[in-house]
């Protein structure tokens, strides 16, 4: 079967390029996002068959439409579905499922803000239903959480042993929280009920795909960058992060998915930017004018963030590829396109002039 096909469905509409039989079936919540995306991506091109379900809340449908077009399925390649649906409501797929990946939620601190209640209802009954999904059929669990369980870290670069420093009451513990109940509920899956499953803790990750100014770091400062608005630095912009572009995030969640490795496993690149370096990259690559703008810290802002990469070396023979310039000089490259911009010089004349999310966040701060 080939092409696409539209039919209501209890949990929503359901888009379909269909493939073979017989081979490994991978269920990707939160696929039509920014890394889930590219997972997706690389998932079709080994041949596995994805389902992908996502709600579409932060997610792109133009990021999987190259995944439904007919020809995917055909010539080897894995096949794709999309289901649009919200995984917190239930998560419910016919057929075989060899491997669950679970990366279903709001990641940009203005979109979880946004959403708190959505955002730990995905963090608890989404992952719940995933790993139930997972138990039912005898699949791999894959668990995509984040740096920010370590909260405002202590030590430095941030190891897995390090238990964190969160605090729960602060506008941010709906993301951090939900994550860290998350990693719970999937150690309790495995101790009780022998659920195969892996916990990855992701760094910051860019590359194309990521919104124009979603209140992340990099597509705010290549927004503003790309048309001709001040850069928004939070704080002094000393504060700094570690940044992994996508390819190499999506190579080391594929390492662990392939790997018996429980763990949880930091998947992030351990060379460590300040904000402020960073904004003088973005400037300096896309010929921008732009001014840099300081604003105050938001809440509970971490001040430093890398991660010790050590167990993910050892454990999966996986390190990130990809030097900052480059990846930045690809992000940027997707984002003129997107907003109809050339890429090598914004400024007040950098044509097509778009609104960028000069307010959309924490640029300087909280990607997650
Ligand atoms: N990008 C990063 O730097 C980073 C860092 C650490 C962790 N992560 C984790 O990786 C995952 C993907 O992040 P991203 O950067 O691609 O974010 P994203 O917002 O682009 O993708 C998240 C996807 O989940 C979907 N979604 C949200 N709630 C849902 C629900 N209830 N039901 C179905 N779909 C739902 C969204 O529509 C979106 O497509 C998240 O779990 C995030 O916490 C990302």
Known sequence: MTGERHRAAVTGERHRAAGTGGRRRVVV??????????????LVARGDDVVCLDDLSSGNRANVAHLLEPSVGAGGRGSFELVVADVSAGLAVDGPVDAVLHLASPASPPDYLRRPLQTLAVGSEGTRHALELAGGHGARF?????????????????????????????????????????????????????????????????????????????????????????????????????????????????????????????????????????????LALTGSASAIEHRPLPEDDPTRRCPDIGRARAVLGWAPSVPLDEGLRRCAA???????????????????????????????????
């Not at 919540?29 to 690389?42: E, M, N, Q, R």
């Open 334 to 368: 997707w984002m003129a396109a997107e907003l109809g911009v050339p890429a090598g010089g914004g400024g007040p004349d950098g044509g097509g002039r778009v609104s960028a999310g000069g307010g959309g966040g924490p640029a300087g701060g909280g990607a997650p």
């Open 142 to 282: 894959l668990l995509a959480s984040t740096s920010e369980v370590y909260g405002d870290p202590g030590v430095h670069p941030q190891h897995e042993e390090y238990w964190g420093n969160v605090n729960p009451v602060g506008p941010r513990s709906v993301y951090d929280e939900a994550k860290r109940f998350a990693e719970a509920l999937t150690m309790a899956h495995a101790r009780t009920r022998g659920t195969d499953v892996a916990i990855a803790r992701i760094f910051n990750t860019y590359g194309p795909r990521l919104r124009p100014g979603d209140g992340r770091v990099v597509s705010n400062f290549l927004a503003q960058a790309l048309t001709g608005a001040p850069l928004t630095v939070y704080g002094d912009g000393s504060q700094t992060r570690s940044l992994c572009y996508v390819d190499d995030t999506v190579a080391g969640l594929l390492a662990l998915l392939g790997s018996a490795e429980r763990g949880p496993v930091n998947i992030g690149n351990p060379a460590e930017t300040s904000v402020a370096d960073l904004a003088r990259r973005v």
């Open 29 to 42: 919540t939160g696929g039509a996002g920014f890394v889930g995306s590219h997972l997706c991506d690389a």
